[in-house]
């Protein structure tokens, strides 16, 4: 199956900073990335659509201005938390599609572990 | 709007002890059928995608159908290493991206 990657898989940052993950897509090209969060037992929630080229498109009841998504290339996707509090704690996961048409996978990178003090 | 139930919400087995996990959707129109497993700390692992009722696909000891309703994941004769959060998710049809919606998940815990 097709690999997604992200940087870093685990992060620790100070309230009032801000941090970048990176999503990348290894042996494919995704013209479409989605960024997810998951609170411990939880499952996952979708936060934004990013699409390569153009502005993310976000769910309800996220934040654009707090969470920031850049597509800037099709093997790449950024979500930066700006201004992070310890409610934004938690596992983010960005996934990307294979395939077109009727028949596609979405696959999911590892997950990367945010921890606001 | 789309939703998704899974039960049951956490299952034990012993290994070798086979069962089924299911999952309930309600779905303007269903595009595509997703199941996952997530082992903890990490990404969902894809297993799975059903696009029409009666599609059945296997993979090793695991093996989903569709109907109109819901899916069901039949785990033949498990082992301890299947342990893991199983996750459903459905795709609606009609909309220009591949957005999931996802089910709570059912814990399965396989004892050796």
């Known amino acids: 199956g097709a690999v997604v990657s992200q940087h870093p898989s685990w992060v620790i940052c100070k309230s009032g900073t801000s941090v970048k993950i990176e999503c990348r897509s290894l042996?494919?090209?995704?013209?479409?990335m989605f960024w997810y969060r998951q609170f411990p037992k939880q499952s996952l929630m979708l936060m934004a659509t990013?699409?390569?080229?153009?502005?993310?498109?976000?769910e309800q009841g996220v934040e654009k201005d707090k969470f920031l998504i850049n597509h800037a290339s099709l093997t790449l996707s950024t979500l930066t938390v700006t201004s992070a509090h310890p409610e934004d704690s938690s596992f983010y996961i960005c996934?990307?599609?294979?395939?077109?048409?009727?028949?596609?996978?979405?696959?999911f990178g590892p997950g990367t572990r945010l921890t606001v003090t | 709007e789309d939703q998704v139930t899974q039960s049951p919400e956490a299952l034990r087995l012993q290994e070798g002890e086979s069962s089924s996990l299911n999952c309930s959707y309600t779905?303007?129109?269903?595009?595509?059928l997703f199941w996952y497993r997530q082992d903890p700390g990490k990404g969902p692992e894809f297993l799975f995608t059903?696009?029409?009722a009666g599609e059945e696909k296997e993979k090793e000891r695991l093996k989903a159908t569709l109907t109109k309703k819901e899916s069901f994941l039949h785990i033949t004769a498990p082992k301890p290493e299947d342990s893991a959060t199983y996750l459903c998710a459905v795709q609606a049809s009609g909309g220009s991206n591949y957005k999931l919606t996802f089910g709570k998940g059912t814990l399965l815990t396989v004892n050796p």
């Open positions: 996934s990307a599609t294979v395939g077109s048409g009727p028949y596609y996978e979405q696959y």
């Open positions: 779905v303007s129109g269903l595009r595509g």
């Open positions: 059903l696009y029409s």
């Open positions: 042996d494919f090209q995704a013209t479409t």
């Open positions: 990013s699409n390569e080229g153009s502005k993310a498109t976000y």
